[in-house]
């Protein structure tokens, strides 16, 4: 039999151990970590790979929505949100069609959710993924783009924060993050992180680069109607001719 690999996730230690008494009545299910704060939810996710993560809102660090904007919608596992009684956050969570448990947790409300968490988990997850997108972009002003990303080398994860990047370039299916003399690859395409970066810190200048606006510190004309960008780093990239309206938002007429 296929055990359901679960994650905890709550900094309360008495609702994780409830939780962990009652999936450990569940046969098929297999609990690979628990975790006390959002940051280590995140490593664990990106290390387990489970199947279902039980997701507290309230952690510190980093809360329940930063977790998923941290780690992706699209690497996340099926999610059961917990929560103590918030009548804003069970509206969003049935709107959406997301499953959640309150504390304290009725046995009952446990077993028909896991057996929703057994559905899901044999089912394709593009449906679950756009359900957790328009909770995170439903979920008051939280912005819709990440502040920070996970790195993961040579048996280590860590967090780089987006404003530290000075550039970004593209290697094929990884993307190298130029962070003044350090560089760090990560597993997505250029694509990929672009649209989960704030369009009002960086441009795509190039289909392979994309610049923190910030660091831009003088516009150089080139033939062809292209232009070199130089950022305070030293570094000299091309802004090419496809992605000059993207530019024009930035630097005005070219």
Request: proline share 3%; charged share 25%.
């Amino acid at each position: 039999m296929m055990k359901l690999r679960a994650i905890l996730s709550d900094d309360e230690p008495l609702a994780r151990d409830v939780l962990r008494v009652l999936l450990q009545s569940e046969p098929d299910v297999e609990i690979v970590a628990e975790c006390s704060n959002g940051l280590e939810t995140v490593a664990a996710i990106l290390e387990k790979k489970p199947d279902v993560l039980f997701l507290d809102i309230q952690m510190p660090d980093l809360d329940g929505f930063g977790v998923i904007q941290t780690v992706g919608v699209a690497r996340m596992p099926v999610t059961v949100f917990v929560t103590a009684f918030d009548q804003y956050a069970l509206r969003a969570f049935e709107a959406h069609a997301l499953d959640y448990l309150l504390k304290p947790f009725d046995p009952q409300r446990f077993r028909h959710t896991l057996d929703r968490v057994r559905t899901q988990v044999s089912q394709a997850s593009a449906e679950i993924n756009k359900k957790l997108e328009s909770l995170i972009k439903s979920s008051g002003n939280r912005s819709a783009f990440i502040d920070r990303l996970v790195i993961k080398e040579s048996g280590r994860i860590y967090f780089v924060k987006t404003s530290e990047i000075d550039w970004i370039e593209a290697s094929g299916s990884y993307v190298t993050l130029h962070c003044g003399k350090q560089k760090h690859l990560l597993h997505q395409t250029l694509t990929a992180i672009e649209n989960q970066l704030d369009v009002n810190l960086f441009a795509r200048i190039h289909r392979s680069a994309i610049v923190n606006i910030e660091r831009i510190k003088e516009l150089k004309p080139h033939f062809n109607g292209e232009y070199f960008v130089l950022l305070t780093s030293g570094a000299r990239l091309k802004l090419s001719r496809s992605y000059r309206d993207q530019a024009k938002r930035i630097f005005g007429d070219l």
